[in-house]
């Protein structure tokens, strides 16, 4: 016996709705991260600095772009594995810089952003895998990251 899954290719609307609500909360994440840059980038690199890394004002405007072509992937659904990877990968040197070990003792609420961190990382992985859905996507990028379009995949011929 041997265990096949198999994936329809009707997507229901709760799958379409939950799978664009989960876009909207990823891109108004990284919307809200952006527009705090953008009102104080100044207090970004003040930030960033203060964390011990070099260039701080040139790493908050790199930031702020990376951040800015995420809401775009995310909201459009072009590139969206690729940029659901490069967010998690972001997010998790964001956890660690930033609220990592070394943060713990002089406020144990660290520990607690440092954990969201990863519950938000959760999320983006699963969001590459399965990919932007079929609803208001854009098809660029399909099959990025060497994951193929869940949307194309069909079930395994039986045997």
């Known amino acids: ?67 800015v072509v995420l809401v775009l992937c995310f909201l459009t659904g072009a590139f969206f594995s690729w940029a659901a990877l490069v967010a998690g990968a972001y997010v998790l040197f964001l956890g660690f810089a930033f609220h990592g070990p070394s943060h713990w003792a002089g406020n144990q609420a660290e520990f607690g952003f440092f954990v969201d961190h990863f519950t938000f990382l959760a999320g983006l992985l699963f969001a590459a895998v399965h990919g932007p859905g079929r609803v208001l996507a854009l098809k660029l990028g399909r099959g990025d990251a060497g994951i193929s379009d869940p949307a194309s995949r069909s079930a395994p011929a039986s045997s």
């Open 1 to 67: 016996m041997t265990l096949e899954t198999t994936q329809s290719s009707v997507q229901s609307p709760w799958q379409t709705a939950a799978i664009l609500v989960a876009r909207l909360i990823f891109a108004a994440v990284f919307l809200m991260a952006v527009t705090f840059k953008f009102i104080d980038i100044g207090a970004t690199a003040g930030y960033i600095a203060a964390a011990g890394f070099p260039f701080p004002l040139f790493l908050a405007w790199c930031a702020a772009l990376l951040e």
